[in-house]
């Protein structure tokens, strides 16, 4: 079984299901969105996290670092990747967090633990626990164990996924789980590969056979302008949604935001999105009027 690191564990989160939850953020995705809120999430590996506003040039981690990877500059402190062994060092001295390591594994038994603490804002709210990423079913083996140890305990689950998975998994997977969060981001495949890196063939495919399988389904769609905000695209994903089997999934619209360049600058990533924008107030209800048309309910954010 492979265990996923874990770069993020959300309480009070009141965006990922019913109620107040507790959100596991696990690390690894087949998708590398360009617009992606979470860049820390899309390498399964541990990952170097520098804040340089944080840094006050204590050069601690530079008397301390084993590899003499680091060196000050006038931008910072620069790290030496090809000599960095990511042991984390830097980040345990460094006295005002600059430096923060991503990503640690944890067994199931110690994230139950964690969970049970929450368990009274998740009953008194009709919560529950939500498994995102990342990409949470990239790790299905880890996934289905914690699933099982949340089922044991009546904590309703959960899953966020952007479906693009092995089928027969996903089937496995929703045998254990009361809701997912499905991605939907464009219908088009040579957009969907442009904006994305994959094709979407095996996720509307999975979407397909999840909601023939009977699953409660939120459709969550990321929604950018010069993107998917266009008016083919929704009465695209409005007619696919209309014709699938079953209870009709309710449609939750999350609006661009440019939050997420500094997640970036910290990585030492480039940012691909700056050309990106959120869509209009207007276009939000032109978007919704395009789901109701299809007798879909649509909503902003959720
Ligand atoms: S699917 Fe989600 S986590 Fe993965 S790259 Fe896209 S936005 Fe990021
Ligand atoms: S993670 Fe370890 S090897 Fe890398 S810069 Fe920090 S202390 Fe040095």
């Known amino acids: 079984m492979n265990q996923p690191l874990i770069f993020d564990i959300k309480r009070y989160a009141i965006n990922d299901g019913p109620g107040i939850r507790i959100t596991i953020f696990m690390k ?48 910072g402190i620069v790290t030496d990747y090809q000599t960095c062994t ?49 990409e949470p079913l990239l790790n299905a083996g880890f996934l289905m164990k914690m699933l099982d140890a ?47 890196g994959v094709s979407n063939k095996l996720i509307l495919k999975n979407l397909q056979l999840l909601a023939e399988s009977g699953a409660n389904i939120n459709i969550r769609v990321p929604f950018i302008r010069n993107v998917n905000a266009d008016h083919n695209t929704l009465t695209e994903m409005a007619e696919f949604i209309a014709a699938l089997p079953g209870k009709k999934p ?25 050309n990106m924008e959120e869509p209009t107030e207007e276009e939000q209800n032109r978007a919704i009027a395009i789901f109701e048309k299809y007798g879909i309910e649509a909503e902003i954010g959720g």
């Open 150 to 196: 949340c089922g044991e305990k009546k904590l309703h689950r959960t899953v966020d996924t952007c479906g693009f998975s092995d089928s027969e998994t996903l089937l496995e997977v929703a045998k254990r789980t009361e809701l997912f969060l499905f991605d939907l981001k464009l219908m088009d495949e040579a957009k969907h590969k442009k904006w994305t």
């Open 250 to 274: 309710v449609v939750n619209l999350l609006p661009y935001h440019n939050i997420a360049a500094n997640k970036y600058n910290k990585l030492g990533s480039e940012y691909k999105a700056f």
């Open 86 to 134: 990511l042991c984390g060092i830097c980040a345990d001295v460094c006295p005002t967090k600059a430096i923060e390591m991503s990503g640690r594994p944890y067994e199931v038994e110690e994230l139950m633990q964690i969970i049970e603490r929450e368990r009274v804002h998740i009953e008194q709210s009709n919560g529950g626990v939500t498994f995102s990423g990342g």
């Open 28 to 75: 690894g995705c087949p998708l590398s969105c360009k617009w992606c809120h979470n860049p820390e999430s899309q390498s399964p590996g541990v990952q170097k996290l520098y804040t340089e506003s944080k840094c006050i040039g204590a050069q601690e981690c530079i008397k301390m670092c084993p590899e003499d990877a680091l060196t000050l500059t006038p931008k």
